[in-house]
C-alpha cells in the first residue's frame, strides 16, 4: 500500500534509522495528526522538560498528502509544547508535506540536540544532517533562498524557524513559503532548542493511487461541491478577513484585550480595505480555494517587499486586540511576525495583555523598560515584535506565553490574560456563545478554534438539516447551552479527521456544511490508499486520535481543571454593543459545569476528564504505549 | 479549427494541482516530476507559472530527432512523440528552448505533454482558468478584448465629450 517511510533521526548522536508504517497503525490513526499523536506518546518521556534534548519533535504529512485529495498538503508538527507544558500540534499548509512524501518519507521523528546548528537534508529516499551555522541569525525569508543556492535546486521545499525561534521564543512558529506557518504552541521553539534550523525536502518518487480513476471521480464531485458554495464564492476572493465584518457588527470581537467586544471604528480593517492592497490570491497544494492573499509591504524598512497574507487571526490580534486600526500597518506587522516566525495570536494576546495592564497602572515603566503601552501605537508594535524576538526588555517577559509571564508580573495580573492551558485565545469574544466557549477550553492544545468551531455553522440550517448532519438534537439558538457537549465532541472528531489525511479545513466542515461527510473521508482514503475503512471505524479513528491526545495531557498532569474559559468570560459582562443576543454576556458557571459533563460523557470520559477504562479498552488504547512505530 | 493550451499567468494561483492531475493521469501515481506540466515556482515573487510544450510549428524537437519520432499532428495540433520510433537519445530534451522535453526516470523515457490527445486533463481540474484549451483564433481575441478595456473606456468618454 503506501511505500512511505518513518524515520528516526537523533541530533544528538547523528544516528539515522528508517522503518515502515504497519496497516494496523495506519487503520487505528491514520496519518497527520493522528500518527503524530500515537508517536508523542510513545516516543516523549512523560514529564520531560519540553526544551531538552527528550523531547521529540514530529514532523507528519497526511494520510492522502500530496495526492488527489483536494487540498492535500496539510503538515502537522507536534512535540510537547514549551509554552503548556502539554501536548504541542501545530499545522502548516504549503507545499512542504507533499514534498516531504515525494522524497519518500511520511513521518520525522527527532529527538536529542545536535551541538551546532543543523539543517535536516531529506532528498528521494535520504536524509542527512548537514551545518547550518551559516544560516543562524538568519530570517525565514533567508534561509530557505540560501538552502536553495546551496543546493543549486530552486524546487526544494523548507520549513525553518526565524531568530524567534533560535532565541527560544516560547510560541516561535515555523514558516514554510512566504508565509504558511505552524503557528500555535511554540513548535519553531522546540526546533530552536534543538538547534534546527530548518529541514529542506526534495523528492521525485512516486506516491501511489490505488484507483486514479475513482480518485478522479471523487475530486471532481468534492472540487465541484466547494466551487458551488456560498461561502467559497466570498472565501476565493477575500480569504480568511471575510469573517472579519460580520464578527464586528454582531459583536463578538476581543477588541484591546477584552475591553469590549466591537471596535465602533472597525470598517478600516474590513476585508473590501484589502483590495487596493492585495496584489492577487495563492493556492497552498492542490487547493481551489486559493484563499491567500498575496501583498507588497506598503510602507516602513520593508517596503515593496513581497509579501502574503494576512489570516483573519492575525488581523484581529493586530487590529481588534492592539486596536491597530489602518490596514497598511497590520501588512507591515503580519509581514514582521512572520519574518521573525513568531506566533501572530499569541503576539496580540500577550501584548494587548501588557497594554491593559498598563493602563490600570498594575505594571510601570520599570517593567516596560520605558516603553509606553497605547492602544493602537503602531511603532510600539513593531518594536514589541523585535523585542520579543530578540528577547530584549519587556519582550523577554511576554516571549515565556502566559504562564511564565504571569508568574513573573505576579499572580494579580493572571486575570487579564485570556488562555486556556497556557496558549492564549485568539481575536475572538466567546462570552455569548457558550458552545463555542467550551470548544476553545477542551481543545487538547490550549485555546483554539481549529479543534472544533460549533454552533456556527448549526445556526443557519433547517432542523431537519441539522438532525440528520449531526445525528443528534442541536439548538439553533447561537446562545444555547443544551447540546454544546455534543457539538464540541462531533466537531472535534470531524477536525481531527481532517487534520489526520492532511486536508486543509477549508475543504471541509470548517468552510461550510455542505462540503466532505465521513462517507467521502472514507471514499477519499478508498480510492488513494486502498485502505477499506467505513464511517464509523474512521470516526473510531477521530476518536482514537483525540483520546490518544487527551491521555498524553493527562500524563502531563492535566484534567477538568484545564478545561475551562478565562475566568474573566464569568465575571466580567461583554458591553451594550453588537446584537442583542451579545451584550451584557457571561458565562454561567453551572450551566457551563453542566455542558463540560456532557462534552466529557460524548467522549466516553469520566467527570474528571479522564477516558475510562472501557473507552480505552474500545479504542484499542490499554496497551499504550505500545511503541510499534 | 485547430485547438491550443492558453496559459493566462495572472490567474494561476500556484497549487500545482495540474502537475498531480497529469502524473496521476498518465502513470497513475501523484508524482510532479513525471508529470508533463510544471508550474514553476517564484517564492516570494509570484505564485507560479505553468510550463509545458508549446507544441512549436518549427519545432526544435522535430529538427534534431534522428528517427523521426516527433511530429506534428495537424488534427490536434500538437507535436506528436512516437514511442515505436524513439530510441531514448534525448537530443529532444536539449534543444527545447521552454525545458518542456522531460525525462521520465522511472520509466526511463522521454515524456511531452500530447494534450492528453485533444481533452487535457489539467485544464479539466484548473479552477482559476488559468489554463484554457481554446480555439486558435479565440486564443487571440480574448486577450486582445482584454487588452483593449482601458481603451475603448476611454473613446466612450471621449465620444461623450
Known amino acids: 500500500m503506501q511505500e512511505q517511510k518513518i524515520a528516526y533521526i537523533d541530533l544528538s548522536t547523528g544516528e539515522i534509522r528508517t522503518g515502515h508504517i504497519p496497516e494496523k497503525i495506519r487503520r487505528m490513526y491514520l496519518g497527520g495528526r493522528g500518527i503524530a499523536a500515537y508517536l508523542l506518546y510513545n516516543h516523549v518521556p512523560e514529564r520531560c522538560d519540553p526544551l531538552s534534548p527528550d523531547n521529540a519533535f514530529i514532523v507528519s504529512a497526511g494520510l492522502v498528502g500530496g495526492t488527489l485529495a483536494p487540498s492535500s498538503g496539510r503538515c502537522d508538527l507536534a512535540a510537547k509544547s514549551p509554552l503548556t507544558g502539554l501536548l504541542g500540534s501545530s499545522n502548516m499548509g504549503g507545499f512542504f508535506a507533499p514534498e516531504l512524501r515525494f522524497a519518500g518519507f511520511d513521518h520525522l521523528v527527532i529527538k536529542g540536540k545536535a551541538n551546532t546548528p543543523v539543517y535536516l537534508w531529506v ?173 507588497i509591504v506598503p510602507e516602513g524598512p520593508c517596503q515593496g517587499t513581497y509579501s502574503e497574507g494576512p489570516e483573519w487571526s492575525t488581523l484581529g490580534a493586530l487590529g481588534t486586540e492592539l486596536n491597530v486600526g489602518r490596514m497598511e500597518a497590520i501588512l507591515v506587522g503580519n509581514h514582521l511576525l512572520n519574518k521573525y516566525g513568531i506566533d501572530s495570536l499569541e503576539f496580540g494576546s500577550m501584548l494587548s495583555w501588557a497594554i491593559e495592564l498598563y493602563e490600570k497602572g498594575i505594571i510601570d515603566d520599570v517593567v516596560t523598560g520605558g516603553v509606553k503601552l497605547d492602544w493602537g501605537d503602531e511603532d510600539m508594535m513593531y518594536q514589541m515584535i523585535e523585542q520579543i524576538a530578540r528577547r530584549e526588555g519587556l519582550g523577554d517577559i511576554l516571549a515565556d506565553g502566559p504562564l511564565r509571564a504571569i508568574e513573573k508580573l505576579g499572580e494579580e495580573t493572571g486575570f487579564y490574560n485570556l488562555h486556556v492551558k497556557g496558549m492564549s485565545l485568539l481575536h475572538t469574544d466567546e462570552r455569548a456563545t457558550p458552545a463555542m466557549a467550551l470548544g476553545v477550553s477542551t481543545s487538547t492544545r490550549g485555546a483554539d478554534h481549529l479543534r472544533s468551531r460549533p454552533g456556527v455553522d448549526a445556526i443557519s440550517l433547517p432542523q431537519e438539516t441539522r438532525d440528520s448532519l449531526f445525528g443528534f438534537a442541536v439548538p439553533a439558538d447561537f446562545h444555547s447551552y443544551e447540546g454544546s457537549g455534543k457539538l464540541v465532541h462531533w466537531h472535534e472528531l470531524m477536525f481531527a479527521l481532517s487534520d489526520a489525511l492532511g486536508v486543509c479545513k477549508f475543504q471541509v466542515f470548517f468552510l461550510s456544511p455542505s462540503t466532505m461527510s465521513s462517507d467521502d473521508y472514507c471514499k477519499l482514503v478508498q480510492y488513494i490508499t486502498g485502505m477499506e475503512l467505513s464511517p464509523t471505524e474512521m470516526m473510531e479513528a477521530a476518536e482514537r486520535i483525540y483520546t490518544m491526545e487527551r491521555m498524553f495531557n493527562i500524563r502531563e498532569g492535566a484534567g477538568r481543571k484545564d478545561d475551562y474559559p478565562p475566568e474573566r468570560y464569568f465575571v466580567d459582562p461583554t458591553p451594550a454593543l453588537g446584537l442583542p443576543g451579545f451584550q451584557g454576556k457571561t458565562l454561567d458557571r453551572e450551566k457551563y459545569e453542566q455542558q463540560l459533563d456532557e462534552y466529557y460523557q460524548a467522549h466516553g470520559w469520566d467527570n474528571d476528564g479522564i477516558p475510562t477504562p472501557e473507552t480505552i479498552d474500545n479504542l484499542g488504547l490499554a496497551k499504550e504505549p505500545t511503541y510499534i512505530i | 479549427m485547430t485547438k491550443m493550451l492558453v496559459v493566462d499567468h495572472l490567474k494561476c494561483t500556484g497549487c500545482r494541482l495540474c502537475e498531480v492531475v497529469c502524473s496521476v493521469n498518465k502513470n497513475g501515481v501523484s508524482n510532479p516530476a513525471r508529470a508533463r506540466i510544471a508550474v514553476i515556482g517564484w517564492e516570494n515573487i509570484c505564485p507560479g507559472i505553468p510550463m509545458m510544450c508549446q507544441q512549436c510549428e518549427m519545432a526544435p524537437c522535430m529538427s534534431v530527432c534522428p528517427v523521426g519520432a516527433l511530429t506534428r499532428d495537424e488534427n490536434i495540433g500538437r507535436v506528436s512523440l512516437n514511442y515505436d520510433l524513439c530510441i531514448g537519445c534525448k537530443l529532444c530534451v536539449a534543444v527545447c528552448p521552454f525545458g518542456a522535453m522531460g525525462i521520465d526516470a522511472a520509466a526511463r523515457r522521454v515524456i511531452k505533454c500530447d494534450l492528453c490527445d485533444g481533452d487535457p486533463m489539467c485544464v479539466k481540474f484548473c479552477e482559476t482558468k488559468a489554463l484554457q484549451f481554446l480555439d486558435e483564433s479565440q486564443a487571440k481575441t480574448a486577450k486582445m478584448r482584454l487588452a483593449t478595456t482601458g481603451l475603448s473606456e476611454l473613446i466612450r468618454k471621449f465620444a461623450i465629450q
Open chain 1, 123 to 295: 532528498h528521494d529516499g535520504e536524509i542527512e544532517i548537514r551545518d547550518a551555522s551559516h544560516l543562524w541569525g538568519k530570517d525565514t525569508r533567508e534561509t530557505p533562498s540560501i538552502i536553495r543556492k546551496n543546493h543549486q535546486d530552486e524546487e526544494i521545499k523548507v520549513m525553518c524557524i526565524g531568530e524567534a525561534g533560535e532565541n527560544l521564543v516560547h510560541f516561535a512558529n515555523i514558516i514554510t513559503g512566504t508565509k504558511n506557518a505552524a503557528g500555535r504552541t511554540g513548535m519553531g521553539c522546540v526546533m530552536g532548542s534543538k538547534n534546527l534550523k530548518a529541514v529542506a525536502a526534495r523528492g521525485t518518487r512516486d506516491v501511489p493511487i490505488s484507483n486514479p480513476e475513482k480518485a478522479f471521480e471523487q475530486l471532481e464531485r468534492l472540487s465541484g461541491m466547494i466551487r458551488d458554495n456560498e461561502v467559497f464564492k466570498g472565501f476565493s476572493i477575500m480569504g480568511t478577513l471575510m469573517f472579519h465584518e460580520p464578527s464586528n457588527i454582531i459583536g463578538r470581537l476581543r477588541v484591546r484585550n477584552l475591553l469590549s467586544n466591537q471596535d465602533p471604528a472597525g470598517e478600516s480593517l474590513y476585508a473590501d480595505k484589502l483590495e487596493k492592497l492585495s496584489i492577487g490570491m495563492a493556492a497552498c497544494f492542490g487547493c481551489t480555494v486559493h484563499c491567500r492573499h498575496r501583498y
